[in-house]
């Protein structure tokens, strides 16, 4: 069975910084782009990162670009997303995505003073 | 990027009857390599987002075949033969052909 358990959400001031990881099991993990998906409170999805198989290919949606990072470790099927310069906006659950066909239940990012 | 637009955004409906959502994308998704990524998600209250149809009409393991999917270039429809309680929830369609990839703004089914 595909799992994907995300970590490290949590309250963080503007301008702060979080790192969020995903721990990957029952799929063979580096032959799969992963990616991740938010969800503000009330709203609907965003895609806001992608990497490919071996982590040499990433991109980011126009409104995190330059301030988040993902990174994949493949010896220990983990994906992580390194968030600086937060915002109020990037207050979100924030997903842990294969492909398309499968979610972990999220974590949760509150950005606020 | 390409904008996918859901119809209608709340659906509500009568047990065993049928119910239809239409989403139409902003440009082609057929991909450069013939296929068409287009996929309608759902989300159950207080639940993850999870796949029920890939590539347009592709329903996923465990999916009920009540759940179809069609459509071509830019117009898909993501139907229910005849919906059951557990159906409630808001459905997305998501385009995976270009990137950035996108999602509908979401249709609420009710019943």
């Known amino acids: 069975e595909v799992q994907l358990v995300e970590s490290g959400g949590g309250l963080v001031q503007p301008g702060g910084s979080l790192r969020l990881s995903c721990s990957a099991s029952?799929?063979?993990?580096?032959?799969?782009?992963m990616y991740w998906v938010r969800q503000a409170p009330g709203k609907g999805l965003e895609y806001v990162s992608i990497?490919?198989?071996?982590?040499?290919?990433?991109n980011y949606a126009d409104s995190v670009k330059g301030r988040f990072t993902i990174s994949r470790d493949n010896s220990q099927n983990m994906l992580h997303f390194q968030m600086t310069s937060l915002r109020a906006e990037d207050t979100a659950v924030y997903y842990c995505?294969?492909?398309?066909?499968?979610w972990g239940k999220g974590t949760t990012v509150t950005v606020s003073s | 990027d390409v904008v996918m637009t859901q119809s209608p955004l709340s659906l509500p409906v009568t047990l065993g009857q049928p119910a239809s959502i239409s989403c139409r994308s902003s440009?082609?998704?057929?991909?450069?390599?013939?296929?068409?990524?287009l996929n309608w998600l759902q989300q159950r209250p207080g639940q993850s987002p999870r796949r029920l149809i890939y590539?347009?009409?592709n329903r996923d393991s465990g999916v009920p075949d009540r759940f179809s999917g069609s459509g071509s270039g830019t117009d898909f429809t993501l139907k229910i033969s005849r919906v059951e309680a557990e159906d409630v929830g808001i459905y997305y369609c998501?385009?995976?052909?270009?990137?950035?990839?996108?999602f509908g703004q979401g249709t609420k089914l009710e019943i």
């Open positions: 029952g799929f063979t993990f580096n032959k799969y782009a």
């Open positions: 590539n347009v009409f």
């Open positions: 990497i490919s198989t071996d982590g040499g290919t990433t």
């Open positions: 440009q082609s998704l057929v991909h450069s390599d013939g296929n068409t990524f």
């Open positions: 995505v294969k492909g398309s066909d499968a």
């Open positions: 998501m385009q995976a052909s270009h990137w950035p990839h996108t």
